[in-house]
Every structure is written in C-alpha cells, then in structure tokens.
C-alpha cells in the first residue's frame, strides 16, 4: 500500500484520427473544433492511479473523431486554479475564453497565447503550481491521401502497388516528407535495399530526429552486410532512443558479423535488460560463447 498517487488523461489516436480516452481524475481534456470554434470537453469515470487496487474495473473508455484544424488540449490544473494577487483563479472561464480567442493561431503560436495570458493574469505572484499544457493540432496535409491510399495497399500485402503510388505521389509533392520516409519504408519491404537506403537518406537530410528512419537505413545495410555502415546508423537510432530493442538486436548481430563478439554480447545483454524473454537475444550470446571458446 502507498500514499503515492497520481492522475492521468490516456489518450490513442489510429491513423483515421479517431481518438479513444480514460480519464483517470484529471482534468478534462478538450476539443476545439475548427468548424464552428465550440468547445467540447472529454471525461470518462475512473479514479486516480494508486487510490485503491479495485479502481482498475472504474475506468471507462470514450471515444470520438478528429476533423482538419481540430485541436486536442491537454492540461494540468495549474493552468484554471491559477492565482493572481487577490487570490482569484484564472478558471475554467477565462481558460474558454483565451482557447476561443486565439482559435485562429498554428498550434505553437496558440500554446504561447494560453501561456502569455496566463502569466498576465497571475503578475508578480507567478505560478503556485505546476503548469503544464499539450495541444495537438490536425493539420490538413496535401499528401495524406496519398499515404493512405498506401497503407491500404500495404495492410492487403500490396507493396508493390503501394510502392507505384507513393513514387506516384512523390512526383506531384516532392518536398512530401512523410511520402518520402513511407515510400523508403516500403523499399525495405521489397528487399530492395539499396533504394531504401538512398531514399531515407535523402528523408535524413531534413528530419535527423526519426529513429526508425536510421533503424530502417542501419537494418538494409544489414541485409547487404555492410556491417560496418549498419553500426554507424543503428547507433544513431539508439542515440535518439537507447532502448530501442530492434536496433540494439541488429546492432549486436552487426558486431557479431564483425567478429567484435565482446562488444556483441554486451549489445545483447542491453536486449535481455528490456526484454528479459528475448529467446533469440539469448540464442546468440551462447552461440558468440562457443565463438569465441573455439578461437581461443
């Protein structure tokens, strides 16, 4: 048992921009629709985490759908219980108010504005609580069709097909990031590695930050067993996300190729720390041991 508790707003948004939610004691999450500029809060039943073992059969799952321009807003209760010097709160209200006002701006400009007025109305006195606030914004993007349209094809094991229309859609929108990276992706599934490469590449020069970008990109180099260009990419994948399992496997089968079986059974060993079942993760530092039993 502990007094330690917290709460939370779970929220999962599928590729059709339905969103599901549970609320667990927080604050309300809201939805500012771009087409009428009306509020709509989202709340389910559900206590906060760590009140009671039995709380898990409260929570409650909704769901609804996003439409382009909608924004989700998600928010702590330091932002309505707020106080300025005469000890008033800046409340649900003006919160509504400041949402509604500034509905027009981009979803970083917009987050500013909430800010701004918030640090206006508390002055000199500042914040008495944590403030935090998170809003996603759906923006209509001239190629989501396209990418669509793809990922149809690839769900029906199309890949070739899916391939013929992102290269289609690359055509029409070339500057397209998320065509791009798709289209790299869907290379990699052909096992037409080379193209992958070259086309992720291209996708790295303007987005540094995908680690599945380099996973993709040190994975293809795997599989022409360029192993020595696979560790430099999959390291840059684990450098944006050092528990990513995949590329630690790949990065441990690439030093194992190497023959730098130490550094491959301690790359296996960080597997094992995240997935403690990993068979395979396991398979492989017992074959590296008779490895290396066998040269010495």
């Known amino acids: 048992k502990t007094q330690d508790y917290l709460t939370c707003f779970m929220v999962a948004i599928d ?7 549970s609320n667990a004691s927080h604050q309300k999450a809201i939805i500012l629709r771009a087409d009428n500029g009306q509020i709509e809060y989202l709340d ?4 906060f985490i760590g009140a009671l073992e039995e709380a898990r059969d409260t929570y409650e799952e909704k769901s609804t759908k996003l439409e382009y321009g909608d924004k989700l807003i998600l928010y702590t209760d330091g932002i309505p219980e707020a106080q300025n010097n005469a000890r008033q709160e800046y409340s649900h209200e003006r919160f509504e108010k400041t949402i509604k006002r500034n509905a027009g701006l981009n979803g970083d ?3 500013d504005a909430i800010l701004d007025d ?3 109305f508390t002055g000199e006195i500042g914040a008495i609580d944590d403030i935090s606030i998170l809003v996603i914004e759906l923006v209509w993007d001239e190629a989501i069709d396209v990418v669509k349209e793809a990922k149809k094809m690839i769900n029906n094991h199309k890949y070739l097909e899916a391939i013929e229309v992102l290269e289609n859609g690359l055509e029409k929108y070339p500057e397209n990031m998320k065509i791009l990276y798709n ?6 599934r052909v096992n037409n590695f080379s193209k992958s490469i070259q086309i992720i590449q291209e996708y790295l020069k303007r987005d540094t930050r995908n680690k599945f970008a380099y996973y993709i990109c040190g994975a293809s180099y795997y599989q022409m067993m360029d192993f020595k260009a696979a560790t430099e990419q999959l390291n840059l994948a684990l450098a944006i996300d050092p528990n990513m399992a995949n590329a630690l496997f790949a990065l441990a089968m690439s030093y194992k190729n190497m023959s730098e079986y130490d550094m491959a059974i301690q790359t296996f ?3 094992l720390n995240i997935e403690s079942d990993n068979k395979m993760a396991l398979f492989e530092i017992r074959q590296i041991e008779k490895l290396k039993a066998n040269v010495s």
């Open 109 to 111: 400009e917009f987050t």
């Open 44 to 47: 389910t039943n559900g206590l």
């Open 269 to 271: 060993e960080k597997v």
């Open 118 to 120: 918030v640090n206006e």
């Open 183 to 188: 289209l790299g992706k869907n290379y990699f």
């Open 15 to 21: 590729d059709d921009y339905n969103v599901t939610y």
